[in-house]
């Protein structure tokens, strides 16, 4: 039997960078799938609609990504985005916008690797069982933000079940501080952000108890790690109005 639906039609904003352009050949090797928009800097986001897309994919900056989003959900059209910066004042105006587009889907993925999403899954498990816990997350050095999305999710999750367990604060006797020697503090977790050349995205999360320590780790060594999340997300998105956090809910 074959089958006889219609690819879905996408558009990539961000089309030249170095997520955009993956996203692109990825698209561009599904049979189920149809590349129509390649949208950069400089172009016009109404060569996608003209296009007529039906999922557009956002991997831009975070200073462009709200305006794009916007943009989309008033034409209607669902959007997957991995471009990072969202913080809950942001999520909040998606949500705003989506409330009068009934049928539009957006889906807000911090990272769209498997094995990350994994990582934040057991980092969250793990949490209520140790009394400290650290972020350290690594990047390639033309990344623009600090900490990394992934991270602040990550710690965010961390904090939330430690919340819910009931732990204090964490042990920490520092006195004397260089500024930033300490990292970033998000949700009372500490992100230490790295950037050297040759790295591409790589996190571990350190938990520490008495006699006892627990690293998870996880490497995204290719860009290619992130495109079976961008597709699954791309396939699905029309079938989820309203916003949608993360890949976990489709991987379940
Ligand atoms: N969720 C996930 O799994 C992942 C998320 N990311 C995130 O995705 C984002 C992009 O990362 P990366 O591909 O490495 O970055 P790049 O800088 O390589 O790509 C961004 C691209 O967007 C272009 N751009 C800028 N403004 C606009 C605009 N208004 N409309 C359309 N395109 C525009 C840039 O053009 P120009 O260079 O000319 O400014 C550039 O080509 C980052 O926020 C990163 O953190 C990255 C990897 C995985
Ligand atoms: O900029 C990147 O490269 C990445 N950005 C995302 C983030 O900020 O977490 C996802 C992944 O870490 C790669």
Redo the contacts with the bound molecule.
Sequence with gaps: MTDEREPIRVGV????????LEVCKAVDAADDLELVAM?????W?FNASDAGAQVLVD????D??M??LHWAVDQGISVVV????FTNQRLDRVRSWLSHKPGVGVLI?????LG?VLMMQFAARAARYFESVEIIEQHHP????AP???AVHTAKLIGAARAEAGLGAMPDATKEETSGARGAEIEGVRIHSIRAAGLV?HQEVLFGTKGETLTIRHD?LD?AS?MP??LLAVRTIQSRPGLTLGLDALLD
Excluded at 39 to 43: L, N, T
Excluded at 109 to 113: I, Q, S, T, Y
Excluded at 142 to 145: S, T
């Design positions: 904003l961000g089309a030249r960078g170095r997520m955009g949208v950069d800097q400089g172009d986001l991997f831009t900056t975070p462009v990504v305006d794009n991995g471009t990072s910066g993925a911090p990272n769209f690797g990350a033309r990344k623009l933000d990394s999305g992934t995205a995204s860009r992130f999340g961008v």
